[in-house]
Structures are given as C-alpha cells and as structure tokens.
DNA sequence: ACCTGAACACCGTTCAAGT
DNA sequence: ACCTGAACACCGTTCAAGT
C-alpha cells in the first residue's frame, strides 16, 4: 500500500553495496533459500529488474555476499609466529561462518574457487606468507594450508548443520539418543548416551573439539616444517631468496 | 511428440528405486543445477506430477540420491586396524565424491545431518564400532571420526571446485599464473610457479596431497588413541565393557 | 489405481517502454 | 539517467478431474 515500501532509509539511491548488504541481512534473517532477485528488491523498495544496473546477475550477488564474509574474516599481521596466525585465523573464519550459517551453502563452488576476488586472493596470499615467513618450504605452505582449510571447512560445515538443525528447537542429545534404535546402532547410542552425561553443551563441546583437533594439525604441521622439503618431488627444494623478513606489513 | 519420451525402458511401472537412480544419472550428466521435478519426470516419459506417488517431494528426492551416493562407500568389515579402515574409506569416499561431483553442493544439510537416514546411521555406526574396537575411548572415537571427517569432506570440497572449474577447459596452473597478478600476490605466484614447474599433473598431486594430509592426521590420532581418555572432561573414563570383540561382522 | 491439466505462487532475466 | 511492465521460460506443489 506505501509507495516506497518497508524500511525507513529504502530512498537511497540504490548501489551495489547496499545491495549487497541488504543480501547479507536478507540471508542471515531467513536463509539464502529465500535470497531472490525479486525478494531483494522488494527489502530495498524497488522491483527485481532495478537491481541488474548495478549488480550482473544473481551469481554477482551470490560471488559478492561471500567476499563480505571473507573480509570479515580477521587476517593476521605479517610477522605473527604462525601456529598463532594460523590459529586465530581459523578461530576468526569459524566464528564469522557461525555467524553467516548460509555460507556453508555457498562454500561449495564460490569460496573455495581457484578463479577469485582480490578479496579472496589477497586473503590466501597473506596466509600463504605467513607460513613462508615462518619457514615453510613452498611445497610445505601449500600443503599446511590445504590442511587447515580442509579442517576448517569440513568442520564447520558439519557444525553448521547440526546448529540449524537442534538451534530453535533446542534438541539436544538426551532427545537424539531415544530416537535411535539402540540395539542395531550400539556404537552411536553408545556416544550419544556419553556425550548426554556430560555438562557442557554442545557449543562449548565443539568449542574445545574445534581447538583439539586444530592443535593436533598444527603438531602435524611443524614436524613437516622442521622436516623441511622432505614429502616433496625431486625438483621441488628452490628455498626463496627471503625477499622480505618481516618489513611488508599488508594491514594496521 | 513421441508418447513415451527419450529411452526405450521408460514402460516400466515407475518407482522410488527407478525415480532416484533417474535423479542420479541427471545428476551425474548435467549437474544438480538442472534437477527439477518437472525435468526428472521429462527423464522418465511422465509428468512432474507422478512422481509425487512415488516420493514426497523434492527434499525427498535430495536425501535419496545422497543416500544412494553414501552407500557406495565401501564400509570396511569389523576387524579391520583401525589406521587401515579409516584410510581405505576415506579413500573410497573421496573416489566416490569426485564421482558425483554434485555431492559436494548437498554436503549442506543434507549428508552431515543428525538425524538420519538407516544407510547414514548404520554407515557412522560402523566406522565408530571400528574406532571403539582397536582401543579408542568413547570421546577418542568421537573425535576422531569428526576428525577424519573434516578433512575428508573439506580436502574434497575444494578438489571438486577446481576439478569442475579447471575441468574441460583444463585451465592448468601454467596459464592461471599468468592471470594473477603476481607484484600484489607474491607468494600465490610463488606457488603456481612451483606447482606449474612440477611434472605432475593437477590430479597426481591431489592424490598425494590427500593421502599424506590424512597420514599426518593418523599419527595424530595414533598418539591419542595411546593417550587414552587424557583430554576427557573428568566424568567421562567408562571404558566400555568390549562387547563384541572381532565375531560381529556387518558385511560379506 | 494410476496418471495428468490446470492452476497457484513463485523463479531469473531481457527488452522495449515509460518518467 | 534511472526505473519498470510485460513477457519468456522456467520452478515446486496441490487438487480436482480424467482414464
């Protein structure tokens, strides 16, 4: 009935941004399933058709509310000793997909694609240097961050999932444990009836899972780095020239 | 302008059975993108609507063909060492995933749900009962198969995304190098250049990257499992009772 | 019993037309 | 210049109607 529909502020003129906040917001409300041209266009006031002059297409707005996420993601300063850079940064990116739950839906095919933003070229190139800085061969940086991130994703996104799936409804273990059969799935009754016995609820469990099993990768990880280029093919060694110690700093 | 449409097999009564293999193979061909209920019915010389006798709905049809996907793991028998099964099915895992590359879009919600489907729960009851029967503890096994499973799932959600970008194209490093700009991204050229200098082609190195990641993961599993309950919240030591010790076996 | 036509409330996207 | 109406080719799903 209003010309000029929902939210106070909808006569701003319409940018890319704004659109592309309004995607987050939209996303994080309801879901990326509800995430539509023409829905986000009805939350900033205008049709759908207004939106393709300053975004391409859907995939443009799906692309762009995935690289608001990564650069929300905090990037740890050059010359940080790097089990704490690595740390942080997973610590960081896991509780930034906590909080943008829909993303592990875009993580397949947009987060993790070779062809990239500078956004999220920039972030894996600070990482990648991180662990260079901190000795790693190049074969060994490639390696240690295709681990972490693996963790990291896989992880999450299991986590995701079980948070959307018990979150309003609270279903816990004690619940779960009497919906399955006991006597064909004794070792599943077996974990759900230990982890139910427990005090901490399932946040602060996977809490401590996530920092255990990342503190283990890490363990993993300097033995690869003390170990230098030992995994690698025959032609790999070329240790780099150490073009810059600590002095290129990318951020505050 | 035929009757019956495309195949020559399409007089048979349809079926759950016959509509989720259908899906599989669509699946397969032309992506999930394209798997409409209207497009499977097309597939199956039938309206859209006949389906829905056979399945619920169109979620119903998601949990089915990642049901089918999941059942073509091979499950290691009872009895296995532990370092062994877990690494032959994480291995017949990831074949099968980069298989149905479209697995890795219904990874979200649909594979690593809690409440389950018989073929997912009998499939995490096994690889529990394997864990529990070479000497982990009850939190041990936990945390290892969510572990092994964080790997598994996010090393293959990023291989599937390059392997369907770079796929028929076959875009190799040599020629993404020079599309980086390699002043402002340092040390992702410093890779490409290393990985493009490597005879190894991109599904070699991803096979070795893979296997050794999940042996550095093994070792640190192997030092918990030796550690015991150490890492336990105090109220958790119950060792089970060792039930069954090698005479259950679930499969041939 | 099994299939379907028509309908409903949606999609993404284009393009000629309006202001 | 910026927005939009109408249109196209799609969705998932329901339900009364056909055979």
Redesign the pocket.
């Known amino acids: 009935m209003a010309v000029t529909a929902n939210n106070g502020e909808s006569r701003q003129?319409?940018s890319r941004d704004r659109i592309l906040n309004a995607a987050v917001l939209l996303a994080d409300r309801q879901g990326v399933e509800?995430?539509?041209?023409?829905?986000?266009?009805r939350e900033l006031g205008?049709?759908?058709?207004?939106l393709?002059?300053?975004v391409a297409?859907?995939?443009d707005?799906l692309d762009g509310i995935v690289d608001i996420v990564v650069s929300q993601i905090d990037l740890p300063p050059y010359g940080t000793e790097w089990r704490k850079a690595m740390g942080d940064r997973a610590r960081s990116a896991r509780q930034v997909f906590l909080q943008h739950p829909w993303i592990a839906a875009l993580f397949e095919s947009r987060l993790t694609r070779p062809q990239q933003t500078p956004v999220r070229l920039r972030y894996v190139n600070t990482l990648l240097g991180l662990l260079r800085q901190n000795g790693f061969s190049v074969s060994n940086a490639y390696r240690a961050l295709l681990m972490i991130d693996s963790y990291l994703y896989g992880f999450t996104l299991q986590e995701v999932n079980w948070r959307l799936e018990d979150g309003n409804a609270s279903r816990s273990e004690e619940e779960t444990v009497h919906q399955v059969p006991m006597e064909t799935y004794q070792y599943l009754f077996e974990i759900y009836t230990h982890l139910s016995s427990q005090n901490a609820g399932i946040s602060t469990r996977l809490n401590t899972e996530f920092a255990l099993g990342l503190e283990l990768i890490f363990d993993a990880l300097e033995r690869l780095r003390e170990n230098g280029t030992k995994f690698d093919s025959p032609d790999a060694p070329t240790p780099l020239p150490d073009s810059d110690g600590e002095d290129c700093k990318l951020q505050d």
Chains 1, 2 share one sequence.
């Open positions: 003129p319409l509800v995430l539509s041209m023409r829905r986000l266009g205008v049709r759908a058709m207004s393709y002059k300053h297409n859907k995939d707005v």
